[in-house]
């Protein structure tokens, strides 16, 4: 294939994976408190100068993960800051750059024709699409996936530093932002036992590079009686114990039968019947391809990479959902287009239509990500309560509370919408936000209903707020209350 039709069929394939990650984008990207918590910190962190040290909570235990999340969404927030949606754009954005790496890797260790395949499969992938538009520190654990592989394989044909380095940096970036991410020194240590003989600054290199993105915690913690270490060490030896495998339902049958086709389906595929059949025709490629000793090292790399990586989601004792296994889409995707190819290359006929299947049935189940009905609740209800404040208080800016944090699912995107125009100061009309609906205990009048009480605290002192039980959310606090913990509760 030439270079020319190669790059112009590869942008071709971009753009419409672009248009389908973009598509209705303002009623598809995803806003809840989560992401309106992590977008107003980065927001906070420019506008005061900060640096975040420590990232989200983990839903695995009483840990922050490190502060590296955050710096990903100071980048596009800096570029502007005064959009809402330019972190989310940021992400999905990525996303679309993710198909023309993987058509780049894809002609690296094929040819054009397996490029354009596996540029086409990841345009396509519904999970690919859907993870996109979300602003969770799991979106950009596929990038990090896919930098890994494309290091490991490098180091694996040409042994160098930057290589080494490059493997150990990108999995070590990936696990300092969710925990998930830890998975991918499988790889790593994949590509240091097929790569032959391994001098030790290689290994060096590698692990220094690995422990860079994780010194932000690590300064945290050596001001804050290392509380973050001492969780997470406390959390893999006793506390992920308390919940048994089997309540999980992580037996393997039921794994390997239910989970994966379900999942691998949602990757590529469309349907869990396509999924095994494509999973059951790599393990037969690969069994065949192993006895006739032509399995080249990249491919043997990937493969067992997956299937260590799939042994150890197995024996995590945390539910997994979609989200959580977001580190596997580049190696099931390129698993699946090596088995097309395989079934391409053996019967040209067959694998074309095994292609046509499996692009026909992805699409249909993507499709109806798509472009099925989206309604984005939370963004309208967030931008017609900024819009009724502005009109009764002119002029005024805002101090936002929220009663025990009762109500944060929707006021805290509200902060984040007030926050793009300026509205909100400490110092400003306080606002509060409860499920209370009626003027009972109630010492403030009642601003709507409509969607949850908004009531005027204006004319209470910030003592009496604070002994009402009133927890103020403006961008300053959720800031302090995510950094300076610490510092608060002691």
Not at 377 to 400: D, I
Request: net charge positive; aromatic share 14%; proline share 4%.
């Amino acid at each position: 294939m030439k270079k020319n039709t190669f790059l112009i069929v590869l942008f071709s394939i971009t753009l419409l994976g672009c248009i389908l990650r973009f598509w209705n984008y303002s009623e598809r990207f995803g806003l809840a408190y989560d992401q309106a918590h992590d977008a107003i910190v980065a927001r906070e962190a420019l506008k005061e100068g900060k640096i975040p040290l420590v990232g989200p909570f983990s839903s695995a235990g009483p840990f922050q993960t490190s502060g590296t999340w955050y710096w990903l969404l100071m980048v596009p927030t800096v570029i502007c800051r005064y959009s809402v949606v330019s972190p989310w754009i940021f992400l999905t954005a990525l996303y679309g750059l993710l198909i023309i790496g993987m058509g780049m890797l894809g002609k690296r260790m094929e040819n054009g024709f397996f490029g354009l395949l596996l540029a086409g499969l990841t345009a396509l992938s519904t999970a690919q699409i859907a993870q996109s538009v979300n602003l969770t520190n799991q979106t950009p654990i596929p990038i990090f996936s896919f930098l890994t592989i494309v290091c490991a394989i490098w180091y694996m044909k040409k042994k160098t530093l930057l290589s080494a380095f490059g493997m150990g940096f990108f999995a070590g970036f990936g696990a300092s932002i969710h925990l998930q991410g830890m998975s991918l020194g499988i790889p790593v240590l994949m590509a240091f036992i097929l790569g032959g003989k391994t001098k030790i600054r290689f290994l060096l290199i590698a692990l220094f590079g690995a422990l860079l993105p994780m010194l932000p915690i690590v300064l945290w913690d050596t001001s804050n009686e290392f509380v973050n270490i001492k969780n997470m060490i406390y959390y893999y030896r006793f506390d992920q114990f308390n919940i048994s495998l089997d309540v999980l339902g992580r037996r393997w049958l039921t794994y390997l039968s239910e989970f994966w086709p379900k999942e691998w389906a949602h990757i590529i595929g469309g349907l869990p019947q396509i999924a095994i059949l494509i999973a059951v025709l790599a393990v037969g490629f690969f069994v065949l391809q192993i006895i006739r000793k032509k399995m080249n090292t990249s491919w043997l790399f990937i493969f067992l990479s997956f299937g260590f990586m799939t042994v150890l989601v197995r024996y995590t004792r945390v539910p997994i959902y979609s989200s959580f296994i977001t580190f596997t889409h580049p190696f099931i995707i390129l698993i699946t287009a090596w088995v097309l190819y395989r079934v391409y290359c053996i019967k040209r006929h067959l694998g074309i239509a095994l292609i046509f299947v499996v692009f026909v049935f992805t699409m249909m189940k993507t499709g109806n990500e798509v472009f099925s009905e989206h309604i984005n609740l939370t963004a309208r209800a967030s931008k017609e309560v900024r819009s009724m404040l502005t009109q009764m208080y002119p002029g005024e800016t805002f101090a936002f509370y929220d009663w025990k944090y009762e109500e944060a699912p929707r006021s805290v995107p509200i902060v984040l919408y007030m926050d793009e125009k300026n509205l909100l100061s400490d110092e400003g009309r306080a606002i509060g936000f409860t499920r209370r609906r009626t003027q009972d205990g109630l010492l403030a009048p009642i601003i709507s209903t409509a969607s949850g009480t908004i009531a005027d605290l204006s004319a209470s002192s910030s003592a009496r707020l604070v002994e009402e039980q009133w927890i103020r959310i403006n961008p300053s606090s959720i800031y302090a209350w995510t950094e300076e913990w610490r510092q608060l509760v002691q």
